[in-house]
């Protein structure tokens, strides 16, 4: 066991201890556990519940309700996170219930989904939740049973004493240890002794899902609700200039309709802040449709808007974001990262002399890669309930960042942060579309202007026209082999619109003795955000394809040429500031050689490899295609990942595998493109994602076993899937794809 301070959330637990320490019956609501409430479950349930900590209470029959804390946007932390807790309770899982906890920024540090970062940023308070709460029941047993804490063992929620022969379980206990002092430290188990981490559990909501229960955001009714829609200028470098609102005011259903300002002068703004189109019209009606009509017949003028700019608050750090007018196209984007590409940028990391690298270089391969902006493009559309009062709004809906919002929401509504109650609901899709929440802005400040609750519901036209995409991106690689095929210099220039995917120290640097590293940024009133595995998503592919083409060009198998490099970056780093570690790197590319079986021919089978590393963790893939009646088909995709300890296995296996299908998909066909300003595509009848029929027949994840705590796993697998598929696709049909979508107009895959 390991022995740890309690310093995690003291303060909330004693609060909430202190709470629980007069024997408070708290209600359970079955609409929000994780169970049916079948008449034998109800049988089940306690006569009363005892609050250990924040993070989960004890009913008197042993059962256990285990808080969920971060927001459930379909990456199974509602399961895992809770399994964490679970672990070191030593609960039984089975007498376990689990529910999204409220949001509560004092005892549940950084409820936020995004960056793969929530079993990572949770582990350690979690598992010290599970740890304080079962040092607690052993005292309580302690006490009444007249032994040594320390001899008494938990297993399943039953606590032993061996000698003496007692046992009970935690419901018995559960009172007298809600009353105890939280300890000043508490011993947390070995990781050999993990029974639930590490095992595959069902998702909590798996049922709910399936059967169409209410759990989603667009799911919310309230009695006495209004539907609310908004209409936003046509295209970017536009904005209002006046409507007739009398003229839809009188449709069936409408009650109102006016013009809302997302924020107002001084109103303070967080990195969840941004939304280009400040200024909107929002009706606002009985139902969807009646308000879809009267938004089809509101007749509003546009004008162009002038050069503009905010500033938001991101983590501390005050960044201004500025939007030129005009209104741009894909064309003029394009050519204007071709022309700055081509020239010196900004460099950012330089080791050695690459110019003299290069005049010594036997052979020198140089490639440009390209990608265009892309959709979130979430199934559920982005949605949100509002009911704001004089004293206190109530919000509910899907939200990635939710304890943001609590603080910009409160500032534009002029309430406290206690006067502002945001409730999470598991969401349709994120992807990092739901990080930045304007939407829940919007719909509390048109709930206000009202005076009644309301839902604002965009459609898919409204969130495809109004991003925030994923940037538009460009790179050059320059490398440079020796007579003898050894890399000696390698350079890396990279931008977009408007920011650059560049990462300067990741690999190969560390790898090659003569390293630069530059980038640059083009202005633009269009408005980007994160897209999953942000900037990664495209430079790995890119990186990737380049590493490809280079070890073909020395004459290496692509896999071992990768491994000479990490095999230099473990024993002879070039520099200090490489953030990654190249055995972890290495490991992944030997295991995923080892299990696709790299290096036997099969007949007809085209193969790619691809390695990352990101969002803390490093993955490798092999991708099979094989050409059915002359069309390309990915038959199976292979990947290897390590992400430290896995505590779910079949959640982490499903999460790879959707980073993979989606990785390929907007390789493939998906692009936002723009023109006078506007963008082309608005619905899924344009704008192309990944069919069933193209998906890869078959997959294999498998896991690096280590005890390394959880790092990151929502977002590494998908950047290097872009690279093994071009790579694959090369091996196909002799042909190098470079720029992103690969194929968009026509089927390339069968």
């Given at each position: 066991?390991?022995?740890?301070?309690t310093?995690f959330?003291?303060?909330?637990?004693i609060?909430?201890?202190?709470?629980?320490?007069?024997?408070?019956?708290?209600?359970?609501?079955?609409l929000?556990?994780?169970?049916?409430?079948t008449?034998?479950?109800?049988?089940?349930m306690?006569?009363?519940?005892?609050?250990m900590?924040?993070?989960?209470?004890?009913?008197?029959?042993?059962m256990v309700t285990?808080?969920s804390?971060?927001?459930?946007?379909?990456?199974?932390?509602?399961?895992?996170?809770?399994?964490?807790?679970a672990?070191?309770?030593?609960?039984?899982?089975?007498k376990?219930?689990?529910?999204?906890?409220?949001?509560?920024?004092?005892?549940y540090?950084?409820?936020?989904?995004g960056?793969?970062?929530?079993?990572?940023?949770?582990?350690e308070?979690?598992?010290?939740?599970?740890?304080?709460?079962?040092?607690?029941?052993?005292?309580?047993?302690?006490?009444?049973?007249?032994?040594?804490?320390?001899?008494?063992?938990?297993?399943?929620?039953?606590?032993?004493?061996?000698?003496?022969g007692?046992s009970?379980?935690?419901?018995?206990?559960?009172?007298?240890?809600?009353?105890?002092?939280?300890?000043?430290?508490?011993?947390?188990?070995?990781?050999?002794?993990?029974?639930?981490?590490?095992?595959?559990?069902k998702?909590v909501?798996?049922?709910?899902?399936?059967?169409g229960?209410?759990?989603?955001?667009?799911?919310?009714?309230?009695e006495?609700?209004?539907?609310?829609?908004?209409?936003?200028?046509?295209?970017f470098?536009?904005?209002?200039k006046?409507?007739?609102?009398?003229?839809?005011?009188?449709m069936?259903?409408?009650?109102?309709v006016?013009?809302?300002?997302?924020y107002?002068?001084?109103?303070?703004?967080?990195?969840?802040?941004?939304?280009?189109?400040?200024?909107?019209v929002?009706i606002?009606?009985?139902t969807?449709?009646?308000?879809?009509?009267?938004?089809?017949?509101?007749?509003?003028t546009?004008?162009?808007?002038p050069?503009?700019?905010?500033?938001?608050d991101?983590?501390?750090?005050?960044?201004?974001t500025?939007?030129?007018?005009?209104?741009?196209?894909?064309?003029?984007?394009?050519?204007?990262?071709?022309?700055?590409?081509?020239?010196?940028g900004?460099?950012?990391?330089k080791?050695?002399?690459?110019?003299?690298?290069?005049?010594?270089?036997?052979k020198v391969?140089?490639?440009s890669?390209s990608c265009?902006?892309?959709?979130?493009n979430?199934?559920?559309?982005?949605?949100?309930?509002?009911?704001v009062?004089?004293?206190?709004a109530?919000?509910?809906?899907?939200?990635?960042?939710?304890?943001?919002?609590?603080?910009?929401?409160?500032?534009?509504?002029?309430?406290?942060?206690e006067?502002?109650?945001?409730?999470?609901?598991r969401m349709g899709?994120?992807?990092?579309?739901?990080?930045?929440?304007?939407?829940?802005?919007?719909?509390?400040?048109?709930?206000?202007?009202?005076?009644?609750p309301?839902?604002?519901?965009?459609?898919?036209e409204?969130?495809?026209?109004?991003?925030?995409?994923?940037?538009?991106?460009?790179?050059?690689y320059?490398?440079?082999?020796?007579?003898n095929?050894?890399?000696?210099?390698?350079?890396?220039?990279?931008?977009?619109?408007?920011?650059?995917p560049?990462?300067?120290?990741?690999?190969?640097?560390?790898?090659?003795?003569?390293?630069?590293?530059?980038?640059?940024?083009?202005?633009?009133?269009?408005?980007?955000?994160?897209?999953?595995?942000?900037?990664?998503?495209?430079?790995?592919?890119?990186e990737?394809?380049?590493?490809?083409?280079?070890?073909?060009?020395?004459?290496?198998?692509p896999?071992?040429?990768?491994?000479?490099l990490?095999?230099?970056?473990?024993?002879?780093p070039?520099?200090e500031?490489?953030d990654?570690?190249?055995?972890r790197?290495?490991?992944?590319?030997?295991?995923?050689?080892?299990?696709?079986?790299?290096?036997?021919?099969r007949?007809g089978?085209?193969?790619?490899?691809?390695?990352?590393?990101?969002?803390?963790?490093?993955v490798?893939?092999v991708?099979?295609?094989?050409?059915?009646?002359?069309v390309?088909?990915?038959?199976?995709?292979?990947?290897?990942?390590?992400?430290?300890?896995?505590?779910?296995?079949?959640?982490?296996?499903?999460?790879?595998?959707?980073?993979?299908?989606?990785?390929?998909?907007?390789?493939?066909?998906?692009?936002?493109?723009?023109?006078?300003?506007?963008?082309?595509?608005?619905n899924?009848?344009?704008?192309?994602?990944?069919?069933?029929?193209?998906?890869?027949?078959?997959?294999?994840?498998?896991?690096?076993?280590n005890?390394?705590?959880?790092?990151?796993?929502?977002?590494?697998?998908?950047?290097?899937?872009?690279?093994?598929l071009?790579?694959?696709?090369?091996?196909?049909n002799?042909?190098?794809?470079?720029?992103?979508?690969?194929?968009?107009?026509?089927?390339?895959?069968?």
């Open positions: 066991m390991t022995l740890v301070r310093t959330g003291r303060r909330a637990f609060k909430r201890v202190g709470l629980a320490s007069g024997g408070l019956m708290i209600g359970f609501s079955w929000a556990a994780c169970k049916d409430a008449p034998e479950e109800v049988v089940m306690p006569d009363e519940w005892f609050e900590n924040g993070f989960l209470k004890i009913g008197d029959n042993g285990i808080m804390p971060n927001p459930e946007i379909g990456q199974n932390v509602k399961t895992s996170m809770p399994m964490i807790v672990e070191e309770l030593d609960a039984d899982w089975d376990v219930f689990v529910e999204q906890a409220p949001l509560n920024t004092e005892l540090t950084r409820q936020l989904a960056g793969s970062q929530s079993i990572r940023q949770g582990w308070g979690l598992r010290m939740a599970g740890a304080t709460a079962r040092h607690m029941l052993k005292e309580a047993a302690a006490n009444l049973w007249q032994v040594p804490a320390a001899e008494i063992t938990t297993a399943a929620g039953v606590l032993t004493h061996q000698a003496s007692n009970a379980h935690y419901g018995e206990m559960a009172s007298a240890a809600a009353t105890l002092e939280v300890p000043e430290e508490v011993e947390m188990k070995d990781i050999k002794d993990f029974s639930i981490i590490g095992t595959s559990r998702n909501d798996g049922k709910k899902i399936v059967t229960k209410p759990l989603f955001g667009l799911d919310t009714y309230k006495g609700m209004l539907v609310a829609m908004l209409v936003h200028p046509p295209a470098g536009m904005r209002f006046s409507m007739d609102a009398d003229s839809v005011k009188n069936p259903g409408i009650k109102d006016f013009t809302i300002d997302t107002t002068d001084g109103t303070r703004k967080s990195f969840a802040d941004i939304a280009t189109f400040n200024k909107k929002a606002v009606g009985e969807t449709w009646q308000v879809m009509q009267a938004k089809k017949a509101l007749a509003v546009w004008e162009d808007s050069d503009d700019s905010f500033e938001i991101m983590f501390g750090r005050i960044m201004k500025e939007y030129p007018s005009g209104k741009e196209s894909s064309q003029s984007h394009a050519l204007k990262m071709a022309e700055i590409g081509s020239k010196k900004n460099v950012v990391r080791d050695g002399n690459v110019d003299k690298a290069f005049k010594k270089a036997a391969l140089e490639r890669y265009p902006f892309l959709a979130h979430t199934m559920e559309p982005m949605n949100f309930y509002a009911n009062t004089a004293d206190h109530e919000l509910i809906g899907p939200i990635q960042t939710p304890e943001f919002m609590e603080q910009s929401v409160a500032a534009r509504l002029g309430l406290t942060l006067q502002v109650d945001i409730q999470m609901t899709g994120g992807f990092g579309r739901r990080l930045y929440g304007h939407f829940l802005t919007e719909a509390a400040v048109i709930s206000q202007t009202m005076q009644k309301i839902k604002l519901v965009y459609t898919r409204d969130d495809m026209t109004f991003g925030n995409y994923r940037p538009s991106y460009y790179v050059t320059k490398a440079g082999l020796d007579e095929n050894q890399l000696i210099a390698f350079q890396v220039r990279a931008g977009g619109i408007p920011e650059s560049l990462f300067a120290n990741r690999f190969p640097a560390g790898a090659v003795e003569n390293y630069q590293a530059e980038d640059f940024t083009i202005k633009s009133n269009v408005s980007v955000g994160a897209w999953r595995a942000p900037r990664s998503n495209f430079i790995a592919g890119a990737q394809s380049f590493l490809d083409e280079l070890a073909e060009l020395a004459e290496k198998d896999i071992d040429f990768r491994l000479e990490f095999d230099k970056a473990i024993k002879n070039v520099g500031n490489n990654y570690e190249a055995e790197y290495a490991g992944v590319l030997k295991l995923v050689r080892e299990k696709s079986g790299w290096g036997k021919t007949e089978v085209h193969r790619g490899v691809a390695a990352y590393y990101c969002h803390n963790s490093y490798a893939q991708l099979d295609i094989v050409n059915k009646n002359g390309p088909k990915i038959e199976n995709v292979c990947s290897a990942v390590d992400c430290g300890i896995v505590v779910n296995p079949d959640a982490a296996a499903n999460m790879v595998e959707g980073g993979v299908v989606d990785g390929i998909g907007h390789a493939m066909y998906s692009s936002v493109t723009f023109k006078d300003g506007e963008p082309q595509q608005r899924f009848d344009n704008y192309r994602l990944i069919r069933h029929g193209e998906a890869p027949r078959k997959q294999e994840v498998h896991f690096v076993k005890d390394i705590d959880p790092t990151g796993l929502g977002e590494p697998p998908l950047p290097p899937v872009m690279g093994a071009a790579n694959a696709l090369y091996k196909a002799g042909k190098r794809y470079y720029h992103q979508p690969f194929m968009s107009n026509k089927p390339l895959l069968g």
